[in-house]
């Protein structure tokens, strides 16, 4: 570079005009030596020699560098903690409160956020890193220059704006802006860094300066105004610049433009307010205070305003003034905006405004300024300017530029084709185009071709090589001749800081710092960063550390940036990018969860907004990912603390992205589902009325959508059609729960109508909601409406309810149904009556197709596998080729194969069979066919234990042979684990005493991984061996091997104690137990009832899992009854439902909402209660929960919050139900469990007239509508049915149904604890009166078919009906019989005498024919079962669970077993005891005491639970066995937990022994036990004290015959155990028995009152 200033970086030519000089001799030995063509020979030459010289360079740099940059980086840390600090004081940075509310950061607190927490940004993509030396010190304010003349003082605000501009005291000499008029240098002469922007900026200055004149010249009174622009207003922007360039006094710098006390001066609003009714309309927007109180409320104001017109006789100024509309206008808060955007809003409503801003906000743009002054573009407008004056110098300088413009147009040389560059009239004037020299000579390409046509084109580029050359500087051309090659750009070696350091030291002497002396100095000093980063940046690439330290000085001078928030107002979509792509490291890379969700909590609207601007799906898909992983109640949080419309933007973003996403639902975990549904929770909850647009933007989180919110959408939203598309293009993904929601909430508005009034477009709109749609409206449906409809509704997955409707609608005469519209129906198939369809099964043209449809309609459970149907499929699939079959077809068998049995599948080969069997979805085979299919399989592949976990279908077929082959290769894995778990919770007890007894050798086997086998079988262990195992010291020693594992009650009480014995347990040790805590005594608990965190100790006990055992419950309870300070609330929720019904008063609403989602959760619990205390919770779940919008009556709203408590609530409040609601749910209450207390008001509910109305008059579709639901019915009203409603179609659903219900885990709880099984017999037999028995006296009895069999029940028919079945129904039906446990010894004996003949000789039948006898076998003779080879385990195992035996025929079966195996009683062992279950009563007493204790005592968990039918002397020996040393010892010496794990055995405990029971061995005697005590033998050993000590539990399972032999003494024990405690409770059901119990929910409440209020007393 050519410079004055600095001689020492002169040029080349400059230092060869002096030969001596050093640089000269320098560059001339670099020159002889080649480096003149930067070294390139000679690195040819000399390889190793310019290797040596750049190792020895880098060396050295190296160890220089890294001293250097080691020491600055340290020194930036120390500056970057500093400024961070004091920036983190002025930039506020928001955090989360306690609550994890977060108030929403900006883009300048992230960066911040991030700059604190060790983010590393890409200061480069942000902008802040230095390009260059900076040019300007941005902190300084600094005043004219010294050749300038001082302004004097601005007339103050008030004065008149028409002559202020006039004022004498303003310098006409003054200039805003000067553009140089020297003679500039050729752009092909300027250096090469600064050639790119010279175009660009000479333009962007033009621009610039075209207004910056005018308006100067208006300043200086130039020119005498300007055309269109009110004199006040060049007033007011010639007031600012002053005060902004310092060229006023001090004092008048300092006041700036103050429209404040403008707006205050009524003076001001007198003289000038119509001229500049623009700046009064401000007055009246931004200082609203000031314009009122001078203009509005001022009297004096519009007094003066009427003299002034009357003196001037301008009245229409004063009649027609829009000042007082500005006045109404401010007084309705209506005043409009005076048209500025929104920038300029901003900056007026700060009072801060630039002279920059000022032109923008209320000057005109640049060629109506130029107008003004020049006139339009023509000769004639300048000839008409003064000649001499300043607008005539300036319009003929504008009208050269355009010149200028023209010519730059013509110069677009990079729009040229080749012949333009030839065309020397176009060069020459186009010559001093910048960057044209380079663009010829530099392309190669081009260059060649020219040089072909015009070779002085050589000439014209020599020329420019040369200057190229020249213009580099001594540094620059020292390196380069260098022959180590470097990796730095050498030109910036040339930047001349000479004139810049000159300026900055004079700028230092003469300006002042902005702002105050804090930001001032940040700012300072982040100049300082950049002037260092450039310095730094010199040497780039010659050390590794330099990037380090330069990476330290790009965050700190980022973050002495932060000050200036309107540089960071606007990103270019780079900066965008990098922000986002930094935060996604980060979230990606950090372990810190609390980091990330505090970064989220905060700052997730702005990186919403980076993401919608810049589009960016994958940030998009790394922010949600991450969201998943947060808490939910953080998730919640974040999404309430966000702006509403930053919301609805990142909601439109997404909506617009989600496929962009590839969001799989499918693969996410249960967590990330659980997250996606409390965002959405949290995406609705945050808009309380949820518009269209709005909801299609939510539509892809319509899967996650709860119930609760979808019926809190306003049902005029529903019906919108765009809502209705975003519905139903998201039904796949959405659950049937939701879908009910979604036709509920449509069913409510008032738009949509009757149902055979809706049109075919509007069912086409809600086609996948219409299989929803209630019962009671799907069955308005005409056939009008169903025709079209009927391909789609065959192609779904409609229930059998609907489709029979369908069915009824379309065919309503079974002559319409022919071969080929049958094949069309699809699934409506399956609901056709199963006598119709015989027909069509044998016809071999639709035959495949039928039964391939029926089968898979099976399969997914829409019709039952073994009901009528099956009768006619079954002998049609069974004449098919398995063989031949392709493996669909075969899946399409799944839920008919186990009806096939066991020979359909037998033909394959074992290795096929398993692999079709291992499939999911498969039903259970039979015992009988499971045993004949896993033998085979056993035989004839190699079956481990991998395999037979996945053999489900099987497991019931078990037998020792399967498990002594049973391979058991890696058996430490964990999936094992919890196979064995499942096969020894669900199997027979002999089956899992079988396993257990294999497994345990297996362990023995495989000692070196038995660690991890032994913890998961643990629970599993019988407390003998468990007892002898174990010792406290090795307890304690593993304990973190022993603390999580789910033990059994008596377990934990034995570790507990065993422990308690080696060490002394205090309050905080227990609690590092884990579960073994739940084995802790009462008297332990009481010990620590005093203690500080005796609330913690209850809290941990109460959340154990696994449930409680019932004293110790009884004894938290009488703990927190003497100390009724202790908070219920911070117990879980599960042990809070359990609380006494006086303590559940004492819940607060949060409590009692977390106990009503743990009994949704977990229904069972609470089926296990005693019903009064359902129904208390029921009323408080209606009361507290419920909808408040209707008084008096329980609306759907409530419902659905109550769903399965309905039928708990007290009578008063079921007959509050609204019908309506109720027929719309009637569906989803099938699946409820209706406790016998309250049928009777059930059946009352729906037989209104306004529900169902009498049973005389119902129809087929009112019976199929209700379901099981007919069970509420008393006998008489199910007897009123008409026959001809009742056909066998029709029964066989209702009984199919509640056959389902009962097999569900909430079924089977209800059906022992809640219902009244006799009464359930009895409504059966009146269901099914029309089918079983003759209809009228003259008709025959009916004898049944296999087919009617299966359509009802065994035990449906009589013994004389069974007996008169022909063979071959009998044979097709065996193993239904045998599946029946209800049937009567008379029936099973008339089915026995039928079915011997198929089974002889008897003494040769198989064990798979036993086991398909089923409970058949009961009714053999004895010699039979003598002589019946009985000597499998699997097939005692299965024999021993049966409960028809007679004392003689286990007594055969006990003896052939023994004989057969040549066993003696002292031999059996622990196995064998197990799988005899009941049969173990075949024993004599004087047999049973010669069994061994031991193994009696290791049989016991599998026997606890049986009720076995042993003599009571029977019973006694038993126990007197395993009182013995060998066993469990003396009843004296035992524990709870030996009462608790004989369970059911306890029974025979003798009089004496009972009588003498302490409080802890009482409290050890399961309910089961106490339930099967004789009532004469209850009533002699226990005395009212014992049985004081009974737990709820215990007390309820007091049968209604033992509560009737028990003295009064006796029942109020009882009663008070029942109660816990409640005396008015107690005092009401004491002198009831069990069966009679109603604890009706208001009496129970006001029970609860009077005894709060007695304890007051």
């Not at 029709?1290 to 219900?1301: A, C, I, K, R």
């Amino acid at each position: 570079m050519r410079q004055d200033g600095w001689s020492g970086n002169a040029s080349l030519e400059d230092s060869e005009d002096d030969p001596g000089s050093m640089q000269s001799l320098l560059l001339q030995a670099l020159s002889r030596s080649g480096g003149g063509e930067r070294g390139g020979h000679l690195a040819q030459k000399n390889l190793a020699l310019v290797q040596s010289l750049d190792g020895l360079r880098r060396g050295l740099l190296h160890r220089v560098g890294n001293s250097v940059y080691g020491n600055l980086r340290k020194k930036v840390s120390r500056v970057t903690m500093a400024l961070l600090d004091d920036v983190s004081s002025l930039v506020d940075v928001p955090q989360p409160n306690a609550q994890g509310r977060c108030s929403v950061g900006d883009l300048r607190q992230l960066i911040l956020w991030g700059i604190r927490h060790n983010v590393t940004w890409n200061t480069q993509a942000l902008g802040v890193r230095s390009q260059g030396l900076p040019s300007s010190l941005p902190f300084l304010s600094c005043p004219s220059t010294e050749g300038d003349e001082r302004r004097s003082q601005l007339p103050p605000a008030h004065l008149s704006p028409k002559t202020a501009p006039s004022s004498p005291t303003v310098s006409k000499q003054k200039h805003l802006h000067k553009l140089s008029n020297a003679p500039q240098r050729s752009q092909f002469n300027q250096p090469q860094t600064g050639r790119t922007r010279v175009s660009n900026d000479q333009q962007k200055e033009m621009e610039y300066s075209t207004s910056i004149e005018i308006l100067e010249a208006a300043c200086n009174e130039s020119i005498p105004g300007l055309t269109g622009v009110s004199n006040f207003t060049v007033f007011l922007y010639c007031k600012l610049f002053e005060g902004e360039n310092g060229s006023v006094e001090p004092a008048v710098t300092q006041m700036g433009l103050d429209l404040h006390a403008t707006c205050s001066d009524a003076a001001w609003y007198l003289s000038a307010a119509e001229e500049d009714f623009l700046w009064v309309h401000v007055c009246s927007e931004f200082f609203v205070h000031e314009f009122n109180n001078t203009v509005c409320a001022n009297s004096s104001f519009w007094l003066q305003r009427a003299h002034q017109a009357t003196a001037t006789k301008e009245y229409h100024f004063f009649n027609q003034t829009t000042i007082d509309d500005l006045c109404v206008q401010l007084s309705g808060e209506a005043i409009g905006s005076p048209g500025l955007d929104d920038n300029c809003l901003a900056q007026l409503g700060s009072r801060l405004l630039s002279a920059q801003a000022f032109r923008h906000c209320f000057l005109p743009n640049n060629s109506v300024l130029i107008s003004a002054v020049c006139g339009r573009e023509s000769p004639d407008s300048l000839r008409s300017l003064p000649e001499g004056s300043w607008a005539a110098a300036y319009c003929s300088k504008i009208q050269n530029f355009s010149h200028v413009d023209t010519t730059e147009d013509t110069c677009q040389y990079r729009d040229w084709a080749v012949h333009h560059f030839t065309n020397s009239t176009l060069l020459e004037l186009c010559m001093q185009t910048h960057g044209l020299r380079e663009y010829i000579c530099l392309n190669i390409t081009l260059y060649n071709q020219l040089i072909r046509s015009m070779p002085q084109f050589t000439d014209f580029c020599d020329d420019l090589q040369a200057e190229l050359e020249g213009r580099k500087c001594l540094l620059q051309r020292f390196f380069d001749m260098l022959p180590a090659p470097y990796e730095f750009d050498t030109s910036q070696l040339c930047v001349d800081p000479a004139p810049l350091l000159v300026e900055v030291v004079h700028k230092l002497s003469v300006c002042e710092v902005e702002g105050g002396e804090r930001e001032g100095f940040l700012v300072m000093l982040g100049y300082v960063l950049r002037v260092l980063d450039f310095m730094v940046g010199l040497s780039s690439g010659l050390d590794e550390g330099e990037v380090e330290a330069r990476q330290g000085l790009g965050q700190a001078i980022l973050l002495s940036s932060l000050l200036d928030n309107s540089s960071w107002a606007t990103l270019q979509p780079e900066a965008s990018m990098s922000v986002l792509h930094t935060v996604g490291v980060f979230l990606r890379r950090e372990q810190n969860a609390t980091l990330k969700e505090d970064l989220l909590s905060c700052f997730s609207p702005v990186l919403w907004d980076l993401i919608q601007r810049d589009d960016n799906s994958s940030a998009l898909r790394v922010l949600l990912q991450e969201y998943l992983q947060m808490p939910r109640d953080s998730i919640r949080t974040l999404v309430m603390s966000a702006e509403k419309d930053a919301v609805k933007r990142f909601l439109s973003h997404m909506h617009q992205s989600w496929d962009q996403l590839q969001v799989e639902t499918g693969q996410a975990s249960q967590k990330e589902l659980q997250a996606m549904e409390t965002m959405t929770a949290a995406f609705i909850h945050k808009f309380p009325r949820v518009t269209p647009e709005l909801f299609v933007d939510l539509s892809q989180f319509i899967p996650f959508m709860s119930v609760s919110d979808i019926m809190s959408f306003p049902a005029s939203l529903i019906v919108n059609d765009s809502v209705l598309t975003a519905i139903r293009d998201h039904s796949s993904g959405m659950k049937s729960l939701q879908k009910k929601a979604f036709v509920k909430r449509l069913l409510q508005s008032s738009v949509v109508g009757d149902v055979p009034t809706w049109p075919p477009y509007f069912l086409s709109s809600i086609l996948p909601l219409l299989p929803y749609l209630p019962v009671s409206h799907f069955q308005q449906l005409t056939s009008q409406q169903l025709t079209p409809l009927a391909e789609f509704l065959g192609n779904g997955s409609l229930d059998g309810v609907r489709g029979r409707h369908v069915l009824r609608t379309l065919f309503s005469k079974k002559k319409n149904l022919t071969s080929d519209n049958i094949l069309r129906l699809g699934v409506l198939a399956c609901y056709l009556d199963p006598v119709d369809l015989r027909s069509f099964i044998q016809d071999s043209a639709v035959s495949l197709a039928l039964w391939q449809q029926l089968a898979q309609c099976m399969s997914k459970g829409f019709i039952s596998d073994s009901g009528r149907l099956s009768s006619w499929l079954i002998p049609a699939v069974q004449n098919l080729n398995v063989s031949s079959m392709a493996s669909p077809e075969l899946s399409a068998l799944s839920g008919l194969l186990p009806q096939l049995g066991a020979s359909f599948l037998l033909s394959l080969p074992s290795q096929e069979i398993l692999e079709i069997l291992s499939q999911p979805g498969i039903h259970k085979y039979s015992p009988a066919q499971a045993f004949q299919m896993l033998s085979k399989i056993s035989k004839d592949t190699t079956l481990t234990m991998e395999k037979l976990c996945r053999l489900k279908p099987l497991h019931p077929g078990l037998s020792p042979a399967v498990l002594r082959d049973l391979q058991w290769p890696e058996i430490s894995e964990a999936a094992h684990c919890q196979c064995w778990k499942m096969l020894l919770t669900e199997l027979k007890p002999g089956h899992r005493a079988m396993l257990y007894n294999a497994m345990q050798e297996a362990l023995h086997r495989d000692m070196q991984n038995i660690t991890q086998q032994a913890n998961c079988l643990s629970p599993f262990i019988p407390l003998r061996k468990l007892a002898e195992t174990l010792n406290g010291e090795a307890i304690l020693r593993d304990i973190s091997l022993h603390r999580d594992i789910l033990w059994s009650p008596q377990q934990a009480q034995l570790l507990f104690k065993t422990i308690s014995e080696f060490k002394n347990i205090s309050s905080m040790m227990a609690r590092s137990l884990g579960h073994i805590a739940s084995g802790m005594s009462c008297d332990f608990l009481r010990l620590w009832s005093n203690d500080t965190d005796f609330a913690e100790l209850l809290q941990f006990v109460s959340e154990l899992p696994g449930g409680m055992r019932p004293a110790l419950r009884k004894c938290m309870i009488e703990e927190l009854r003497k100390q009724p300070e202790l908070d219920l609330s911070a117990l879980s929720s599960g042990f809070a439902a359990t609380l006494p019904v006086t303590m559940i008063e004492d819940l607060s609403n949060v409590s009692l909402r977390a106990v009503m989602v743990h009994i949704q959760a977990h229904f069972d619990d609470f089926l296990r209660l005693p019903h009064y205390k359902q129904t208390n919770l029921a009323e408080k779940a209606a009361t507290e929960l419920g909808s408040s919008q209707a008084e008096g009556e329980i609306d759907g709203a409530t419902l659905d919050v109550l769903g399965p408590l309905l039928p708990f609530l007290d009578r008063d409040s079921l007959a509050l139900v609204d019908r309506g609601a109720l027929a719309l749910r009637l569906e989803e209450m099938q699946s409820f469990c209706l406790p016998k207390e309250v049928l009777r008001d059930i059946a009352a509910l729906l037989t209104q007239k306004d529900l169902l109305g009498e049973p005389s008059k119902w129809q087929v579709e009112d019976v199929e509508h209700l379901g099981r639901l007919v069970f509420s019915l008393s006998t008489k009203q199910i007897n009123s049915i008409p026959l001809m409603v009742l056909n066998k179609d029709t029964v066989e659903q209702v009984l199919v149904g509640q056959s389902h219900w009962e097999d569900s885990v909430v079924g089977g709880v209800c059906v022992t604890q809640c219902m009244d099984q006799h009464r359930q017999r009895e409504q059966t037999q009146s269901l099914i009166r029309g089918i079983v028995r003759a209809r009228s006296r003259r008709a025959k009895v009916p004898v049944p078919s296999c087919a009617d069999i299966r359509g009802t029940f065994p035990s449906a028919w009589t013994s004389t009906q069974l007996s008169r079945m022909s063979q071959e129904d009998l044979e097709q039906c065996v193993e239904v019989f045998a599946q029946d446990a209800s049937m009567s010894s008379e029936q099973r004996r008339a089915l026995w005498v039928k079915l011997r003949q198929s089974f002889s000789p008897v003494r040769e039948l198989r064990a798979d024919q036993v086991l398909a006898l089923g409970s058949v076998v009961t009714e053999m003779g004895e010699r039979e079962l003598y002589d019946t080879s009985l000597t499998d385990l699997g097939v005692l195992a299965h024999l021993g669970t049966l409960t028809g035996w007679s004392p003689k025929k286990m007594r055969a079966v006990i003896s052939g077993v023994m004989r057969r195996r040549k066993l003696k009683v002292e031999q059996l062992t622990a196995v064998d005891l197990a799988t005899f279950g009941h049969l173990i009563c075949g024993l004599y007493p004087s047999e049973m005491k010669r069994l061994s204790p031991y193994e009696l005592s290791m049989a016991v968990p599998f026997l606890r639970e049986a009720s076995l039918p042993c003599t009571e002397q029977q019973m006694e020996t038993l126990t007197s066995c395993l009182s013995r040393p060998e066993a469990f010892g003396p009843v004296s010496s035992w524990g709870p937990e030996v009462f608790t794990e004989i369970g059911t055995l306890a029974v025979g405990l003798e009089d004496m022994v009972l009588s003498a029971l302490v409080q802890e061995q009482v409290e050890g005697i399961t309910p089961e036990a106490i339930a099967l005590m004789t009532p004469k033998k209850m009533a002699v050993v226990f005395s009212g004290v014992q049985l004081s000590w009974l737990s709820a539990e215990q007390a309820w399972a007091v049968t209604e015959e033992q509560w009737a032999e028990l003295d009064t003494e006796q029942r109020h024990a009882v009663s008070l155990a029942r109660y816990e405690g409640d005396v008015l409770l107690e005092l009401r059901g004491r002198n009831w028995a069990p069966a009679a119990l109603n604890a009706d929910g208001s009496t129970v409440r006001s029970l609860a009152l009077c005894f709060l209020l007695w304890q007051l007393i």
